[in-house]
């Protein structure tokens, strides 16, 4: 019998008619929530990597050619692509994009790639849209394709030729490589073998699906905000299916949810004996490496040269995933006893109930679209620094951040205007502002007039709970870590005063703009105006946590 993993399965046990049962709920759940596409748009997605394939072929032969090659080596010298992220691990959904990875011998460069690939791509009448971007951490092209969007990342080995059946899991393909070549190879090294990881992929598919799921709803899928993000929610759901070989997804949920609720951090979830290989890089080792002992949940890649994909993680987010983990295992118990269903599991998150106060960072830029992204991207970026800042104050016990980002455009008339927009944008009198103001619907295309002021905005919330010692006199003091970040944040490369701008807001969770409150959700109010009105305050449904913190 092959063992699955770094220690032997906790049990072996076929599942029950019961947990058959459950499983298909579970699987009912998926399909209700739009979780898989079908076969035709599966199909579809074959028949836009065969071209991708082909195009792939042509584009190595081009390159080959050009740079003297004899007809017979230029047709040899191949290329190949691969997949990874969701879709590679059969996890994706209607509207997922197809994260591909194109593979090259050594004389086709990165330029050759961005400019006779590029071009290649332009003259197809299936390209829909195209935004390379060389000078990412990974340089990547993404586009839509056939009504597939698709991001194309680059990788040269140091070969000759790459042929068809040329596979990834050879370590020793990794020598002589640069280190954009070792990032965009790895995505695909580490999908790969997860899946030869797992005893059932079709299991181990359903549980993870579900586990997606959840994570979003809950609030806690985002890897730059100190979440999990999709790798390492796979990673943590393949060690359960080591563990219960012969299970179905649904025993696999509520063990995963058992399991790390109990978890004794920071041991290392682990898919396999970590590896040596031939290159200089560094592998996780927290005996060696002092700051691999500061990973708080490490969960580990298996592929040569593993990595924590959860050093992100900080003190305040581990402890608001092992809340949502004890959460999950409480209501497994229920689902399991036919007391709760599918839907209490993965019910929505209560985040812009739950603190009194929270804070709103704005990145604003008054130039167009393009610089906006590369602005609010590094904010976005290093929004994990201010929550640790945020994290040693005196009085703060939690500082949460809110997984997803929001974004608006706006044209404004002139400078006052679009100074008064960021000055308000993020809290309830920035809705009056935006009501005032034309949107630009379409940043990416739309044109503007000369006399108008562009004006793009992004705004990221961090929740906070306060815990002061009420004999203490000292007030809450978050001054210094603010400024801190702000002199890190105009530190950026190519930071502009006249068009980049960051702003910190308080925001109380009556204060809040009505674009963080779906439309079936009623906003919280003001303690004062809830008392004038007790009749309409008490019609109101509104959830527990946000009475407790008015
Ligand atoms: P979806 O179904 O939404 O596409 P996904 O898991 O494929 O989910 P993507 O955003 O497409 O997620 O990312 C695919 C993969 O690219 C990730 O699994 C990860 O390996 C890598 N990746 C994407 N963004 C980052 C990032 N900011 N840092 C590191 N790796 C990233
Ligand atoms: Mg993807």
Known sequence: MT?????????????????????????????????????????????????????????????????????????????????????????????????TLVVVPKHVTREDFFEVFGEILKKRPELEEMAPVPDAFVPIIKMEFDGIPIDLIYAKLDLPKVPRDLKLDDKNLLRNLDERDLRSLNGTRVTDEILTLVPKPTVFKHALRCIKIWAKRRAIYANVFGFPG??????????????????????????????????????????????????????????????????KMPVITPAYPSMCATHNITASTQKIIIEEFKRGAEIMNQVVAGEKTWSDLLAKHNYFFRYKFYLCVVAATKDNYEEHLKWAGFIESRLRILVQKLEVVEGVSIVHPFFEIFAHSFKAKDNT????????????????????????????????????????????YIGLDINLNPKSDKKLDIQKPCSEFFTLCKGWATYKEESNFIQIKNVKVYDMPDDVYDEDETRPVKPSKRKKDPLKAQNKKRPKSEVAAA
């Open 417 to 460: 205007k679009a100074d008064e927009l960021i000055a308000k944008y993020g809290t309830h009198d920035g809705d009056a502002v935006m009501k005032e103001l034309d949107k630009i619907e379409n940043p990416n295309k739309d044109e503007i007039n000369a006399e108008d002021v562009p004006v793009h905005l992004t705004k990221m």
């Open 230 to 295: 999709g790798v390492a929610w796979a990673m943590l759901v393949a060690r359960i299916c080591q563990l219960y070989p012969n299970a179905v997804g649904a025993v696999i949920v509520d063990k995963f949810f058992h399991i790390y609720s109990q978890w004794s951090w920071p041991q290392p979830v682990l898919l396999k004996q970590i590896e040596d290989g031939p290159l200089q890089v560094r592998v996780w080792n927290p005996k060696l490496y002092p700051n691999d002992r500061l990973h």
């Open 3 to 99: 063992t699955y993993g770094v220690t032997p399965p906790v049990s072996l046990a076929n599942p029950t008619p019961k947990e058959v049962t459950l499983n298909d709920t579970l699987v009912q759940e998926l399909k209700s929530r739009g979780s898989f596409e079908n076969e035709a748009a599966a199909r579809k997605r074959i028949e836009v990597l065969n071209t991708i394939q082909k195009l792939t072929e042509e584009f190595v032969y081009k390159v080959s050619k050009n740079k003297n090659m004899s007809e017979g080596m230029a047709k040899d010298a191949g290329g190949k692509i691969f997949t990874y992220g969701s879709y590679r691990l059969g996890v994706h959904g209607p509207g997922s994009d197809i994260d």
